[in-house]
């Protein structure tokens, strides 16, 4: 019962370096999203997808790509990081279902430091 | 386009007073609720939702909501808060379409439980 999970959960990067967050849900959900938490703004979508093989920008896409090539993984990619992406990230997913499925289930996060 | 108000960024209450976490929102269309909490260090967990029906929605950990339509509200109440409540929460809300509109959050309110 893994629900959504993230990796890593910790990461320390240098400026211009890149890498990739994991999402991976086990409910057999349609949509995945990305966001990101900083201190006085809530969370905000980076990226999401409807569903495997498609993306869509969110309201923060700039310096972030993702890819969706299975269903129930969503890739978040940093390709040269900036101290400016030195947030909490985390990943949710949900079914299509409306009105009675419509929550989100969120993973634990990654804590990002850029420095 | 849909957007969500939490109109205190930091609410202090005695431990078994009654608190109240105020959030209105903003939407053209019909548009499902909800309330999340995130403990610290934690992702988010769903409290309750609003989809249709009962304007009075419970939830878990003694919590409900009331969903008001003229005003545009969904607030938030519990009628006496245990330490154990101190958290972030947050007010979000989808429209219509489901998973393609994703979840747009307040900015969070920061509920303090004071012995």
């Known amino acids: 019962n893994a629900g959504v999970t993230q990796t890593p959960k910790f990461r320390v990067l240098k400026t211009g370096q890149s890498m990739t967050l994991l999402c991976a849900q086990d409910?057999?959900?349609?949509?995945m999203y990305w966001y990101r938490q900083d201190p006085g703004m809530g969370l905000r979508l980076i990226h999401y997808?409807?569903?495997?093989?498609?993306?869509a920008k969110g309201e923060v896409p700039d310096g972030y790509n993702v890819s969706r090539l299975k269903k129930q993984n969503f890739l978040l990619g940093l390709e040269s990081a900036a101290p400016s992406q030195t947030s909490v990230y985390f990943c949710?997913?949900?079914?299509?279902?409306?009105?009675?499925?419509?929550?989100?289930?969120f993973g634990q996060g990654t804590r990002l430091t850029v420095v | 386009a849909q957007s969500v108000t939490q109109l205190d960024s930091q609410v202090p209450v005695f431990e078994e007073a009654p608190v109240e976490l105020r959030c209105n929102y903003s939407s053209s269309v019909s548009v499902y609720l909800f309330w999340y909490v995130q403990y610290p260090n934690q992702g988010l967990q769903l409290l309750l939702k609003?989809?249709?029906?009962?304007?009075l929605v419970k939830g878990i950990n003694g919590f409900e909501a009331e969903f008001n339509k003229s005003q545009t509200s969904f607030h938030l109440r519990k009628p006496s808060v245990h330490i154990s409540d101190t958290a972030e929460y947050f007010c979000a809300v989808s429209g219509p379409g489901g998973g393609a509109d994703g979840l747009t959050f307040g900015k969070g309110t920061h509920l303090i439980i004071q012995p």
């Open positions: 997808s409807v569903g495997e093989g498609t993306t």
């Open positions: 609003y989809l249709s029906g009962s304007t």
């Open positions: 409910m057999n959900h349609e949509y």
């Open positions: 949710a997913s949900r079914w299509d279902d409306p009105p009675m499925n419509t929550e989100a289930f």
